[in-house]
T-cell receptor
Framework: KAGVTQTPRYLIKTRGQQVTLSCSPISGHRSVSWYQQTPGQGLQFLFEYFSETQRNKGNFPGRFSGRQFSNSRSEMNVSTLELGDSALYLC?????????????FGDGTRLSIL | GDSVTQMEGPVTLSEEAFLTINCTYTATGYPSLFWYVQYPGEGLQLLLKATKADDKGSNKGFEATYRKETTSFHLEKGSVQVSDSAVYFCALSDLGGYNKLIFGAGTRLAVHP
């Protein structure tokens, strides 16, 4: 069974640009969550989608947005990039999104802002 | 709000030594608890989980017991290997948060031959 796939693995952008990251969940998983990992702040929750609806959102500015498609694939977008957005962005999927269900993570997209 | 506190690393051990990584949490209600492991250049892998008090999660020789009275979920392994070198994250699942995981800061483990 294929795992969670994130593309691209690496991205380099400059300040002010925007970026879109993609996540394909494990087949049959309908919940997709996004996390930002930085050395200073650690792992922080961005948002979660289920059946194309955002059910929960972390404490990030509106420049961070996402969506989910009918096949459960998800994208996140960051507009007007800042140096502080440099991070590893991780996507995770689970079956239904219940609190006792384990989440399965992809290998992440490493975003570097110059 | 909910939070997770892990012992600071790095933890450096010799092969076959006993491992303990401490994890305590603050939460309303009874969250599910998880340990994840991250190898260099990779995402997080679920190591084990426990969903209620006194549950013991175990996998690959690692164990952790959900202790409600001490709000702890310490990770243990009786004999570590060089291949266990990685960063370990303790996490809880926010009960009202639809899959929102709250992570500890992570503990780096280095095992030497």
């Amino acid at each position: 069974k294929a795992g969670v796939t994130q593309t691209p693995r690496y991205l380099i952008k400059t300040r002010g640009q925007q970026v879109t990251l993609s996540c394909s969940p494990i087949s049959g998983h309908r919940s997709v969550s996004w996390y930002q990992q930085t050395p200073g702040q650690g792992l922080q929750f961005l948002f979660e989608y289920f059946s194309e609806t955002q059910r929960n959102k972390g404490n990030f500015p509106g420049r961070f947005s996402g969506r989910q498609f009918s096949n459960s694939r998800s994208e996140m977008n960051v507009s007007t990039l800042e140096l502080g957005d440099s991070a590893l962005y991780l996507c995770a999927s689970s079956l239904e999104g219940g609190s006792n269900q384990p989440q399965h993570f992809g290998d992440g997209t490493r975003l570097s802002i110059l | 709000g909910d939070s997770v506190t892990q012992m600071e690393g790095p933890v450096t051990l010799s092969e076959e030594a006993f491992l303990t990584i401490n994890c305590t949490y603050t939460a309303t209600g009874y969250p599910s608890l998880f340990w994840y492991v991250q190898y260099p250049g990779e995402g997080l892998q679920l190591l084990l989980k426990a969903t209620k008090a006194d549950d013991k999660g175990s996998n690959k020789g690692f164990e952790a017991t959900y202790r409600k009275e001490t709000t702890s979920f310490h990770l243990e392994k009786g004999s570590v290997q060089v291949s266990d070198s990685a960063v370990y994250f303790c996490a809880l699942s926010d009960l009202g948060g639809y899959n929102k995981l709250i992570f500890g800061a992570g503990t780096r483990l280095a095992v030497h031959p």
